[in-house]
């Protein structure tokens, strides 16, 4: 019984995926979604973002950055080597998996799928920040949504592999996000956060 549901939520994720992939296909998309889920892509306008924020809040600045490398050394880790070994789920775009109609723009890949290492980081980030600036909250969720989007796009996840990478790190940003209120009650002097 158990296994029939699996195997119907997995075959149901298979078809989500091939309408996500291919229905918005075009050539704009086409090329946008491989620069934006390409994370060096980010380098610089995440350089520029870093260097306003400084600016602006100071000490305030410094503790969230460090908090969010914090957050991207726990829960990368925690996704490739223990969640996708786990799981064990092939990428759709796995030299062994044949999906027809499937556009994968970023080429074949061997890693493990589930769940999105991307997704999990992204929305833990949009979960940290929204706890820090809560009134831009649709901002950091909505930039984490069109990443988690180009994975699908892309063709290198299926929704699933997005939708818990993005609860998985949404529970582990707000987690963090929780433990720095405690740190800043106990600290004065990085006060305004």
Sequence with gaps: MTNSILSDLLMRDEKLFVLLNTILSN???DFLFPLITD?????VPAG???WFFYRKEKKKALFILGLSILLVAITDPICVRILKPFFHRLRPCHPSMVIDQVHYLM???TSYSFPSAHAMNIFAQAALFSG?????WGYFFGFACIIGFSRIYVGVHYPLDVFFGAIFGACC???LF???QKIIKRKPGIQNV
């Excluded at 994370?39 to 380098?43: A, H, L």
């Design 178 to 180: 929780i433990i720095g």
């Design 48 to 50: 520029i973002a870093i």
């Design 27 to 29: 050539r704009i998309f």
């Design 173 to 175: 940003g707000w987690l």
């Design 39 to 43: 994370v060096d892509s980010w380098i």
């Design 107 to 109: 080429g074949r890949k």
């Design 132 to 136: 820090f600036y809560p009134k831009r």
